[in-house]
């Protein structure tokens, strides 16, 4: 060390000795945490070229971030900057537009050159780099040209992914918190279409790719079937039918010859309808082989349409009518609570007695209305007149109404977006119904057990006689009387024939059997199959396979291109609320809001009206007014005019 400082120069400019380690260090430090990138094409290699260029591009990393970090801009520019293209450049200066609060304009914007001018100072800039910027021009309003529809499209294009029913105030408010910027609804509006578009997919384009994805799900065993106009060289969509597999095979698993058939219209700028098959599984939550002489039963929403074609082509078939339509049809010109009570009542018997003296006592209250229902045929619409080969009694359309409320989301999407959206929830639901089946208990399925336990309830109140054969007399209070055929599995109440699980007097009966020191096992045998646990699990052991994504369906070899339905656009904005019919009740919340706000509002209570301070008080609507001179009906005493003369 001695000899070193002998022969050193203290002359030769070393005073920043310190400071010049501590650069040294520094500089180590950021070699030592360096991090390779080995997705690049260019290799480091030793040279003092490359080694100038690593130091650059660590100058301008450094830079950058010196920019984000301090009061430059974070969209800065400088001297040299390359990009991958125009469109790159120009969507990096509307960002930097919108930061700094400046409008830029295009002076020149063509295949070779990009001028961009700030109305300014000295506003230059081009393609190749920055000459200078103004930072003294900014904005004094709220409107940037920069923020165009197509800018805030590709903004908002992951909430749109995540939350597409974000309502368009939400996305207003949250641009204007981020950029601090106006913008209207009608440009939110705007760029959420074209954001919901590169999302979802056009809706022109998914129909070229629906040969595609019906070879991916006929790659995976489901039945699909597609018809074209053939005489049209660009076979013109007109209908696709598409049977999951698994499906069909737990349809058939569930020992129940019910389906219910309802459509749901389709949005967007190709509407249509979404037509469903649904099925009724144990726990009452072309391809199936269905001949003419088939003994389903089929229930709807008595659709003109619907009605010929069942009894054309299943003849043999049971067609039900759902209820609810009935009402509402029913409610046209009988608008009262005591009508509904009187069809229920008609439509819940199940002896064909019983069915009688309601009708007699529905004649009694209003003559009309029970003729009105008499020319709709029983055998539709009441449990009276069932055959009971479907082990069911249902009255309503349900399945088929939840099923459509749940592809609601799904129904203003593209046609393959919808046709993958309804797939999806089929298999979400399969997932579901297993983590139940994992929790329930017992040899029969919840609702079963439930329908099954109350019986048990009632059973106690009847006192069951044997008459020597196979035959039981059970009688109960308040008249009631029936006859129970355990050999048969039959009641003359019908209930235990209709639904399948045992009613209350033939439990009444297996107990005075069991009295007798004769086994009949547990009740729980004597209920159909369908309700059985195991009949439930095997229901829904078949799982809807999974497929890939598009980018990896075959592609089919076919010399004409798929085009959409035509479909002339209606004048005016689509409206997306469901049409209500006039007589529809206003919900609960819209009169407690009316409440709230001290207007008036009609209650659900038939002929009430909610007043200021909440309280329901009855109107005088659907009310006849008599007048006190002539007796007469339809005018009061301050109009009457003497029709009919006075007394």
Known sequence: MADFNLNLDKDDGCVQIDGFHNEVGTNDEHEDIEV?????????????????????????????????????????????????????????????????????????NDNLRLRVLCRGVVPVMNASGVVGLNTKNKSKGKEIRA???????????????????????ALQEQLQKDFEVGVSIDKVFRAKAIATKIVEGDY????????????????????VYSEQNPSNPTRRFKRIYICLDPLKKGYNAGLRDLLGFDGAHMKGPFPGQVL??????????????????????????????????????FPCAEHRYCLRHIHQNMRVKWKLKEYKDHLWRCATATTVPEFEHCMRECSNYDKEACEWLRKIPPKHWSRSHFTGREISGILLNNLCEVFN???????????????????????????????VMDKAKGPLTPTATTILDVNKSHASRYIARWNGGEKYQVTGAWQDQHVVDVRNNTCTC???????IPCKHAIATLYEITKNSEDVGDIYRWVNKVYWFHTWKNVYSYKVETIKGRIMWPKILYPT?????????????????????EDEKLSQSQIGSQSQSGTHGVSQEEGCKVGPDGVQNLTRKYVSVTCAKCKNKGHNSRTCKGQGGGS
């Open 36 to 108: 390779i990138d080995n997705d690049k094409w260019d290799s480091i290699d030793e040279g003092s070229e490359d080694e100038r260029k690593r130091r650059c591009v660590l100058n301008n990393l450094a830079k950058e971030k010196r920019c984000s970090l301090g009061n430059v801009q974070k969209a800065s520019f400088y001297v040299g900057q390359k990009f991958k293209s125009k469109k790159e450049l120009k969507e990096k200066i509307d960002m930097h537009a919108l930061e700094t609060r400046r409008n830029l304009y295009y002076k020149k």
């Open 494 to 500: 019908r209930k235990w024939e209709l639904i399948g």
């Open 405 to 435: 409320s749940k592809i609601i989301e799904g129904r203003d999407k593209p046609i393959i977006g919808c046709l993958e959206y309804i797939r999806q929830y089929l298999m979400k639901r399969i997932c579901n119904v297993m983590k």
């Open 561 to 581: 291109t798929l085009i959409p339905p035509i479909h002339h656009k209606q004048p005016g904005r689509t409206t997306k609320k469901r049409k209500k019919s």
């Open 276 to 313: 469903t098959a649904v099925g009724l599984d144990s726990n009452n939550g072309e391809d199936l082989d269905l001949g003419s002489n088939s003994n389903f039963t089929f229930i709807t929403d008595r659709q003109k349409g619907l009605i010929p074609a069942i009894a054309q082509l």
């Open 204 to 223: 022109t384009k998914q129909y070229e790719i629906l040969r595609d994805y019906v070879l991916e799900l006929q790659a995976t065993k489901i039945d």
């Open 147 to 169: 923020c165009t529809a197509t800018f805030i499209s590709k903004r908002i294009m992951d909430q749109i992914d995540t939350n597409p029913g974000i309502p368009l105030r």
